[in-house]
């Protein structure tokens, strides 16, 4: 290079490098002694020896509402410190979880989709909970709702306390509905039950809205259109995989129905045929469609916007009086293994868990409905409305399956999502978009599982 | 660039001094090899270690979560990464990258580059104003882009709207994304190649210019005649690193968009770390990085060739 380019370098001694870095290694040392996030960094230690590590994933209103909870486990146990760490959701989150238990770096606390904690457990990266721990905090199997709690154990061992099930739901518009004759005298939606029923209640808040029925998010977006299809298809009572995922196992004529009735609503004009999350949320609480179809967390997002809003149990198309189904997963508490763990530090873990159930209250209101039956049972919970109209939701919980691919946000998901939402979009006809489901699933079935 | 071509020393021919020269340079290497010492056992511990038994995992079926190799697999990871067209689509999202970052970073950054050597007054400061971008780590890059691309709020988009043009979804529409991600990535890199540019340029003799411009020779004249021909190894350095840096993009694309929408701009990198990490079958994985190996050493063979020939030439 010229030297008009590079300015002279200013000279450095080897005595002043020397204590340069001598400062530098003395500064490096202080600071984490200070145990401040540099210091430890450094130093490679943890920021607050000690304490609690909690990793999650949650962002949003349930960021705000786990922020609460912490600090309310913070107060009620000064003793033990608490250092939480919030990560982004999805593939990123579990494989963070993953490569820090593998390098024995785990949080000692963490949460988990109950459908994801499967693969981290077959992956031999969780601790079993034993029955006698979990009851010396008084955490016993008959305290939990038993579809969360049952779809949780595997070969019928403890990997993860359910803090909720977080189902599918229908949102619906109270004046919409109002107009269109949908509620009944108490002012709550009327039960839509069947094909017929459910084209009908669309058609005439399409009347009311003069623009749409009810929205859906379905471009760019594959868990919720996989999402509607599992509800619809759990209620004919059709199974996607089987033997820890290595079989396909659709049922044609059961998945073909439940996808000719979703082409149908776009082809009869009552719902919009491409829409992304974003504008799914947007047409509904500006009123131009009467319902909204997705999982119960968006109550902040229409309790801000001021929607007049209300939520009730996905509609019970395909099964009759004694098979509603409807897609649902629940957010877990795991313990990540490791090396060496003592008796204090998993008490310490417990302790956690049993506070964070303990607020259910806090974490209710986010919509979520409630794992822990002390408090799902209260007469508190009853009060808490819309959040309680679809509590029994989470009794007709249809899991994904089980798969070292599958879970929510997963690669299942993507595949199965996408070729539905084509076929909601009217992209493809709905035998094409199964056989290419079906295609798509094959090479992920035909994989040797990693776990 | 101050490179000198290598110039054939003179004589060499005495046996003698041959003999002399080979000793004395055979006991110069000795204390070099310690020199070397700390940097080789590290790049042995840290990559041609590694790199190695990457290779001998692509013939296993070596799982994350599991302790060992695993079972022999033979070339079956290859085949499966030939017949996925995932790992195709990713392959081609990553050379596309390279297609379109590559000419405007090249063009865009000589032309700035003979803008800034004219600039009178304040040179210093076009000369930080394009290179400023270029020391931003990616996070934050990525951070300022995503803001600027914000649908309906973002700069990007509101200038659009208020000229009269309805901005595309930047990075939420499948067939923009690429284009965003590569416009960010232009504003980002520009500065390294400009840099190269100024110094090739200021490496041009002033007399060359003097004495054409006395035969008469037009700027856009001197541009052809002299500029370019005499710029053109920097061109080829400045186009060879660029090509390399746009096969390796990750950062910008993991953050921006998660190589997202619909996958539609997940690049081999990304690929490769979704199925090794995320799917824990890092055996897979390592074909499938062996793979994207093998494409960056062809690039960069070519690159050798290229270079042997125009130092030849020269």
New interface residues.
């Given amino acids: ?2 030297d ?2 590079s300015p002279e370098p200013s000279r450095l001694s080897r005595r002043g490098f020397l204590g340069g870095a001598l400062a530098f290694g003395l500064g490096a040392g202080a600071l984490s002694a200070c145990s401040t996030p540099v210091g430890s960094g450094l130093a490679g230690t943890t920021i607050d020896p000690g304490a609690l590590q909690y990793w999650n994933l949650f962002g949003g209103g349930d960021g705000v509402r786990m922020q609460a909870m912490e600090s309310g486990f913070q107060k009620s146990h000064p003793s033990i410190g608490l250092s939480s760490v919030t990560l982004a959701w999805g ?2 989150y ?2 963070k979880l ?2 820090a238990t ?1 390098g024995d770096k785990p949080p000692d606390v963490a949460i988990s989709h109950l459908t994801r904690m499967k693969t981290l457990q077959a ?3 969780l601790e079993e909970l034993k029955q006698s721990d979990l009851a010396r905090f008084g955490m016993t199997p008959e305290k939990f709702n038993q579809t969360a709690w049952k779809n949780g154990l595997v070969n019928g061992k403890i990997y993860a306390i359910p803090l909720d099930t977080h189902p599918f739901i229908c949102f619906y518009n109270t004046d919409v509905c109002k107009k269109a004759g949908l509620l009944d005298s108490s002012g709550k939606l009327k039960p839509i039950d069947g094909e017929a029923a459910f084209i009908d209640a669309l058609k005439r808040a399409k009347a009311v809205t003069k623009q749409y029925g009810a929205t859906i998010a379905n471009v ?1 977006e ?1 868990a919720t259109p996989w999402r509607i299809f599992q509800s619809l298809y759990g209620q004919l009572g059709g199974e996607v995989l089987a033997d820890q995922g290595t079989r396909i196992v659709i049922d044609d004529t059961k998945a073909l129905k439940a996808l000719n009735f979703l082409s149908t609503l776009n082809k009869q004009g009552i719902m919009p045929g491409s829409l ?1 999350y974003q504008g799914a949320i947007a047409l509904f609480s500006a009123g131009r469609a009467g319902f909204y179809f997705q999982g119960e967390w968006e109550i902040t997002t229409f309790q801000t916007a001021k929607t007049p809003f209300s939520m009730a149990k996905f509609p019970n198309v395909y099964g009759g009086s004694n098979h509603y189904r409807v897609q649902a997963d629940s957010h877990t508490v795991v313990v990540p293994k490791r090396p060496s763990r003592t008796k204090a530090e998993l008490d310490h873990s417990l302790t956690f868990i049993r506070s964070l159930l303990d607020q259910s209250a806090t974490w209710a209101a986010g919509g979520h409905v409630p794992a822990w039956l002390p408090y799902r049972d209260s007469s508190a919970y009853a009060k808490l409305t819309p959040q309680s109209n679809y509590a029994s939701a989470a009794d007709a919980a249809v899991y994904d399956p089980d798969a ?2 599958s879970g929510s946000g997963s ?1 299942f998901e993507i595949i199965a999502g ?1 070729s539905i939402g084509a076929v909601m979009a009217g992209l493809t006809s709905p035998s094409a978009g199964l056989s290419r489901m079906k295609s798509k699933l094959q ?1 992920l079935a035909d ?2 599982p ?2 | ?2 490179a000198t071509a290598y110039v054939p020393r003179p004589a060499e021919t005495v046996e003698g001094t041959t003999r002399r020269r080979r000793r004395r340079l055979h006991d110069d290497t000795r204390p070099a090899w310690g020199f070397l010492a700390p940097f080789l056992i590290l790049y042995a511990l840290f990559v041609i270690g590694p790199a190695i038994y990457g290779v001998v995992m692509s013939f296993f ?1 070596t ?4 302790s060992g190799l695993g079972k022999f697999a033979g070339f079956d990871n290859y085949v ?1 990464a030939f017949k ?1 067209s995932d790992f195709w689509s990713a392959m081609w999202h990553t050379v596309w990258f390279t297609i379109l970052t590559t000419p405007p970073l090249v063009i865009l950054s000589f032309v700035f580059a003979l803008l800034a050597e004219r600039a009178v007054h304040g040179r210093w400061f076009f000369r930080l104003a394009f290179f400023a971008p270029y020391i931003l780590p990616s996070a934050v890059m990525a951070l300022i882009w995503i803001w600027l691309y914000t649908p309906g709020l973002g700069l990007a988009t509101a200038s659009l709207d208020k000229i009269g043009i309805t901005a595309p979804a930047w990075l ?1 529409d ?1 067939s923009w994304a690429m284009t965003s991600i590569a416009i960010a990535t232009v504003w980002w890199t520009l500065g390294f190649n400009f ?1 190269l540019y ?2 090739g340029l ?2 041009i003799p002033r007399e060359l210019y003097e004495s054409s411009a006395i035969d008469g020779a037009s700027p856009w004249q001197q541009m052809r005649g002299i500029t370019i021909p005499l710029l053109s190894r920097t061109t080829t350095l400045v186009v060879v690193l660029q090509v390399i840096a746009s096969l390796k993009v990750f950062d910008q694309m993991y953050i921006m968009t ?1 190589g ?3 996958f539609s701009t997940r690049p081999a990198l990304e690929y490769i770390y ?1 199925i090794g ?6 055996g897979y994985g390592a074909a499938a990085s062996t793979l994207y190996f093998i494409l960056l050493l062809i690039v960069s063979a070519l690159w050798f060739m290229q270079t042997r020939r125009a130092e030849k030439r020269a």
């Fill in positions: 290079m010229n008009q380019m593939n990123p579990y494989t993953s490569l593998l992956a031999g990266l760019n594959t992304d070292w691919y690669d996408g090479t994989t040797k990693p776990t | 660039m101050t079926e799982s994350l979560v599991k499966e996925s939420g499948p840099v100024l110094a200021q490496d998660s997202g929408p619909n979704d990490f995320t799917d824990y079958r890092v």
